[in-house]
Structures are given as C-alpha cells and as structure tokens.
C-alpha cells in the first residue's frame, strides 16, 4: 500500500545551496524515489526526504525533512551508496554491503 506525499510543499526552480550539509565534504549522491543519500569523504552517510519502508537507515519510519546522519553506519567506512524506489545501500572499503528499506521484490538480497 502505498500512501500520497506532498513532499514538502516547498517547491525549488532553480538549484540552491544545500546548506545542512555544509562542511561535511560530500563524494557521492544518490536519490531514490523521494529520498536522497549523501556519503561524506569521512564514510558517513546522510539522509533526507520519505522514510516510508525505512529507507534511510534512521531505525524508524519518520520522514526527515534536512538531512540526518545514518549512525547505524558509523564506523563502517562506506565508500559506495545507491537509492532505489524504498530502498538504499552501501558498500564498505571491507566489501560489505549494506542495506535497508523495502525487500518486497527481495531487492535487499537477504534470501
């Protein structure tokens, strides 16, 4: 089931500055169907927008309007993120991935 979001009813026509993650040296974006993931230079990873399945990787299924750190990953040293529709991952400098947010295809890969 799925539920209608307005997205914040902000709307941008030009691009802004995306001052909340200022001095985090961000390398890598990734946006899903209404969620963005940002990875920092440092391996952490920051999270924004619907957290319907719990694509974020927050623990919860609140929805984050500023980008909020994933300290599930803390540690991890993640090198590498991507965003599906609900779903996200991330890959460790060990080689591991990570992932989190809607299995219903078992896009996951957890069996």
Not at 6 to 32: D, H, Q, R
Not at 66 to 87: D, P, Q, R
Not at 98 to 107: D, K, Q, R
Request: hydrophobic letters at 35%.
């Amino acid at each position: 089931m799925y539920r209608y979001v307005s997205c914040y009813p902000v709307k941008n026509y030009v691009f802004t500055e995306v001052t909340g993650l200022n001095g985090k040296n961000i390398t890598a974006i990734a946006a899903g169907y209404a969620h963005t993931i940002a990875l920092g230079s440092d391996g952490k990873v920051w999270a924004t927008g619907l957290n319907y399945s719990g694509q974020l990787g927050l623990g919860d299924t609140t929805d984050q309007n500023e980008f909020t750190e994933v300290t599930g990953l803390s540690g991890k040293n993640i090198t590498a993120i991507a965003a599906g529709s609900y779903h996200t991952i991330a890959l460790g400098s060990d080689g591991k991935v990570w992932a989190t947010g809607s299995n219903s295809y078992g896009e996951l890969g957890l069996g």
